[in-house]
Structure formats: structure tokens, C-alpha cells
């Protein structure tokens, strides 16, 4: 998706407004434009959950709101944020400029360039490890206290030492104790899940763990966990076909940083920026002075 996207649509339905805040109107022109803008992953995805679509256009419209507050109080008119909006706008050009100027051809990479990155770099290209767990789940209200906390807390380390030192059964504790109604039917068991896609906590504190062993309780935003590693299975490769897309995407990711480094080094050596250091010198003790005065 690119301007030209825009430029095809008839003008009248690029006139169309498609949300609005007060007096600010925000057009199907301006939502082309804006996904045109997005990383072409977040593009899919807004293209097809209209409710993270919604909440974009919310964001955008809530920005431009903003912006016109910024402009009625003549924020806009103050040196140093002229400063900054120049500067930004200038860098953007200068980071669309360079992206344009050292994309790869179309026909980049080849296949048997793909082919040569996939087999050199094998281990990027691979499924994430696969945990087996189960869990018994204390949820703690948001409106508790600190109190009931606490007490929730205590309840959840009781749980940990009748399994640890008394030895009693996970998956009968789980059963009968676990807040996660659908695992605890399962005697805690959440079947397999790639580490990837564990919370972070979890995550950390099973990525050593040893098959039967169980966690310590484990405190999220929504309760308490006690995790214990019932499987694991190790990364395994993609293959070729699967890995396709990816493999390609690398690679032009590569080839486009390094033509943007070229160019700016190619810029550097042809016309060498010029410092007078007496001159820098006096304008940042001008920069001293103004600080010290304020």
C-alpha cells in the first residue's frame, strides 16, 4: 500500500469522513495514508480486526485533537518547539529519502541467494522450545486489600509446601484448589506452549527447570501461580518452504541497511562536514549562559 493507493480512488471517496472529534474531521484519504504508514504486520492486523483498526483511528484522531490545542494556545509559535517540529520533519524526510534511495531491487533476493542464507543460519530458523505445564491458579480480585492479599499469598505458599515437603499430588490439589476452572478439570494441565508465548514471569522461572519440578508461587497482575514442567521439547528446524518469507525478509532488511550505510559514508567521504571548534566553543557557552539564567 503506498500514496499511489490514494491517488487511484476517486477524490470524492477519499473526501469521505470516516470519524471525527468536535470540529476535527479524520477522511478515508487520511486513513490510507496512515496505513500506507504502518509496518506492513501491524497493517494486516488492523486490516483485519476492525476493533484494533477503530482504536488506530482513535489514537490518530485523539493526536490530531491535541495538536490543535497545541495550535490555539500558540504552543506551536515557541522557538524551541519549532525547533523540534523542523527537526523531526526533517528527519523524517531524511529516513524516507535514504529508505527509498537504497531499497533492493524487487527481484531481491534470488532463490538460491535464500536458499544459501537458510542453510548458513539454520539455528534463526527454528520452532521455540515447547514446555509442557500445569498450574494451580489463586486469582486475586482487584479490589482486594492488603489484607486479603496477604492472605491469598499465604494461602498460595501453603500449597507450595504440601507439595514440595509433604508430597502431596499436583493434580489433585490442582483440581480441587486451582482458580483456572478449564486447566483444573485437567488436573492443572495447559498442555504444551511454546516459550514464546509464556508471560514473562512464568517464563523466567521455568526456563531451567527440570521435569516434575514446581515452581515457588509465581505473583502476576491477575494471581498467583504455582507452575510445574510436566514436558519439554527441544527447538526443531522449519523447513525451507515455511521458512520462505522470513528468509527473504532478512535478507532485504540486510541489503537495505547496508545500501543506507554506503550512502551515508559515500556522502561523508565526498563532502567532509567542516567543525570550527573556537565557534562551537562560544556557542555552547552561549547555551551555559541562557541555562544559568533561567
Do not use: C
Request: aromatic residues 4%.
Amino acid at each position: 500500500m503506498s500514496e499511489s493507493t490514494a491517488a487511484a480512488a476517486q477524490p470524492e471517496q477519499l473526501e469521505q469522513t470516516v470519524a471525527s472529534m468536535g470540529e476535527l474531521t479524520f477522511k478515508a484519504g487520511d486513513l490510507v495514508l496512515l496505513l500506507a504508514a504502518l509496518p506492513e504486520a501491524e497493517r494486516q492486523a488492523a486490516l483485519q480486526d476492525r476493533s484494533l483498526l477503530q482504536a488506530k483511528v482513535r489514537d490518530e484522531v485523539l493526536r490530531m485533537a491535541v495538536v490543535d490545542m497545541a495550535k490555539q494556545a500558540r504552543f506551536d509559535r515557541r522557538a524551541e518547539v519549532a525547533y523540534h517540529v523542523r527537526r523531526a520533519a526533517e528527519q523524517a524526510v531524511a529516513d524516507l529519502y535514504l529508505s527509498a534511495a537504497a531499497a533492493p531491487p524487487a527481484d531481491f533476493p534470488s532463490p538460491e541467494l535464500m536458499r544459501q542464507a537458510y542453510e548458513r543460519e539454520r539455528e534463526v530458523y527454528m520452532t521455540p522450545e515447547q514446555l509442557r505445564l500445569a498450574q494451580i491458579f489463586i486469582a486475586v480480585p482487584d479490589n482486594a486489600t492488603a489484607q486479603q492479599r496477604q492472605a491469598l499469598r499465604a494461602e498460595a505458599a501453603a500449597l507450595v509446601d504440601e507439595l514440595k515437603q509433604q508430597g502431596e499430588d499436583f493434580a489433585v490439589l490442582a483440581q480441587s484448589r486451582s482458580d483456572h476452572k478449564q486447566s483444573a478439570l485437567q488436573g492443572g494441565d495447559i498442555g504444551w506452549v511454546g516459550i514464546d508465548k509464556l508471560v514473562a514471569g512464568i517464563a523466567a522461572a521455568v526456563a531451567a527447570f527440570q521435569i516434575d519440578q514446581i515452581s515457588e508461587v509465581i505473583e502476576l497482575a491477575d494471581g498467583l501461580h504455582i507452575v510445574k514442567l510436566t514436558g519439554r521439547r527441544p527447538p526443531l528446524p522449519i523447513p525451507f518452504e515455511q521458512a520462505e518469507t522470513a528468509v527473504a525478509a532478512n535478507l532485504r532488511r540486510r541489503r537495505l541497511q547496508q545500501s543506507r550505510e554506503a550512502i551515508l559514508q559515500r556522502l561523508l567521504q565526498e563532502t567532509p562536514p567542516l567543525a570550527d571548534a573556537e565557534a562551537l566553543a562560544r556557542a555552547a557557552q552561549l547555551f551555559t549562559e541562557k541555562v544559568q539564567r533561567a
